[in-house]
């Protein structure tokens, strides 16, 4: 009998497609889906939602909120597609995929309601404008996390690098003038327009070019500072693919 991951590479140069059951709502952006006789867990492709559980900490209300909207588009026991991009699983075994309910595409209804923050890493960028798109209405209707009366001090990858006290480490691109920065700069970019790459030369290849570099850039240390300070100054404790809406 073929593995999930065997019958994915099969169709790897197109859509692949799973058609499941959804059996349970890990947080925001993490759910396990029956597939056949397998149980999967799935990382909704080019999104990424406050974190309910990382490493003894939370981004608690917001990582609640997300997960009951995400509950209100596709609750356990709903009927739905995966649909995965070039590079199908992460670094944890996870299937990455864009999960389609009915007519609806759930990654981007999510980022459409301001629960979900645009995280496109390269090459898995097939929704690249579309999510790009929702995220830029979604902060401008100040929407969810945008909410300028109760904002999310720390975006969910920035979340993530605070509690391991690590710099970033991929390089981003701006969407809109296909320019890359060093990690350390991803600030320079706003959050809807940014893509993300591991390495330079995936940006290269992907036809970007490297933006100009401040003469006094700032450091991983500097970085981590920085979203210190993002935390106090909010009162934060440390601790069919696109569907039709």
């Known amino acids: 009998m073929q593995t999930v991951k065997a019958e994915v590479r099969e169709v790897a140069s197109g859509a692949t497609v799973l058609a499941g059951v959804v059996e349970h709502l890990a947080d925001g952006d993490t759910i396990t889906v029956r597939v056949g006789a397998r149980v999967l867990r799935v990382r909704l492709l080019g999104i990424d939602t406050p974190e309910l559980h990382f490493k003894g900490q939370s981004q608690s209300p917001w990582a609640e909120a997300a997960l009951r909207q995400l509950r209100l588009l596709v609750a356990p026991g709903a009927r739905v597609r995966l649909v995965t991009d070039r590079q199908p699983f992460d670094q944890y075994g996870r299937l990455l995929a864009y999960v389609i309910c009915g007519q609806r595409n759930v990654n981007l209804e999510l980022v459409r309601s301001g629960w979900a923050v645009s995280y496109q890493i390269y090459p898995n960028v097939t929704l690249l404008r ?28 920035e979340f993530r690098q605070r509690v391991d006290r690590r710099p970033p480490t991929k390089y981003c691109g701006n969407i809109q003038t296909r320019r890359y920065y060093p990690p350390r700069e991803y600030q320079r970019v706003s959050v809807a327009q940014r893509v993300f790459f591991f390495t330079e030369a995936d940006a290269r290849a992907f036809g970007y ?31 069919a693919l696109v569907g039709s809406h």
């Open 130 to 157: 579309q999510i790009e798109a929702a995220c830029a209405a979604a902060q401008s209707r100040r929407l969810g996390i945008f909410d300028a009366r109760h904002p999310l001090p720390l975006l969910p990858y």
């Open 209 to 239: 070019s490297p933006g100009a570099t401040p003469s006094a850039s700032t450091d991983g240390a500097e970085v981590l500072t920085l979203l210190d300070a993002a935390l106090h100054a909010n009162g934060a404790s440390p601790t």
